[in-house]
T-cell receptor, first 111, second 111 residues
Framework: NAGVTQTPKFQVLKTGQSMTLQCAQD?????MSWYRQDPGMGLRLIHY???????DQGEVPNGYNVSRSTTEDFPLRLLSAAPSQTSVYFC??????????FGPGTRLTVT | QKEVEQDPGPLSVPEGAIVSLNCTYS??????FMWYRQYSRKGPELLMY????GNKEDGRFTAQVDKSSKYISLFIRDSQPSDSATYLC???????????FGDGTTLTVKP
């Protein structure tokens, strides 16, 4: 199993550009989440999904959209990038809702 | 009040020291208490977790929960330079497969 994969690993955007961060898992986990991590801070929840076709907002959803058309994939879309969205983004999946398995992260810089 | 708060650190200890990492939580209904380890520029990985109260031991690591004081701890015995990482405590929402994380404590173990 590849586990949770994320692409790209690094990305630089200009203010106002849009892009999609990809996340996929091959463990057949129902639960998936997106977090951002800023220096000196823990992980903050952006959006999450309890199964295909079901998504909900987390703590910091503004400026981000998600969809979950399959169990495997959970892409995160930045609609109009802002410097405040410079961060490291982690995708995670969970089989039973307790432990989470994280991807390697995407480092995003918005100039 | 945040759901979970973590002693900020950073911590720097000599090799072989006993390390204590601590968090407090706000809701007495929480049942699962998680510890994740995050190496520099990597995704978090689950280290261990406890259910309800008491201790759980895994090699040099012990996780402890005191529900009366809403206090969770991770102890590392005979610390090694390879233990140098950021440690994150977390409370999962088991119905949604998401978690609330502490801000993390960065540990450096010096040879």
């Amino acid at each position: 199993n590849a586990g949770v994969t994320q692409t790209p690993k690094f990305q630089v955007l200009k203010t106002g550009q849009s892009m999609t961060l990809q996340c996929a898992q091959d463990m057949n986990h129902e639960y998936m989440s997106w977090y951002r991590q800023d220096p000196g801070m823990g992980l903050r929840l952006i959006h999450y999904s309890v199964g295909a076709g079901i998504t909900d907002q987390g703590e910091v959803p503004n400026g981000y959209n998600v969809s979950r058309s399959t169990t495997e994939d959970f892409p995160l879309r930045l609609l109009s990038a802002a410097p405040s969205q410079t961060s490291v983004y982690f995708c995670a999946s969970s089989p039973q809702g307790v432990e989470q398995y994280f991807g390697p992260g995407t480092r995003l810089t918005v100039t | 009040q945040k759901e979970v708060e973590q002693d900020p650190g950073p911590l720097s200890v000599p090799e072989g020291a006993i390390v204590s990492l601590n968090c407090t939580y706000s809701n007495s209904a929480f049942q699962y208490f998680m510890w994740y380890r995050q190496y520099s520029r990597k995704g978090p990985e689950l280290l261990m977790y406890t259910y309800s109260s008491g201790n759980k031991e895994d090699g040099r690591f012990t996780a402890q929960v005191d529900k009366s004081s809403k206090y969770i701890s991770l102890f590392i015995r005979d610390s090694q330079p390879s233990d140098s990482a950021t440690y994150l405590c977390a409370i999962p929402n088991t119905n949604a497969g998401k978690s609330t994380f502490g801000d993390g404590t960065t540990l450096t173990v010096k040879p």
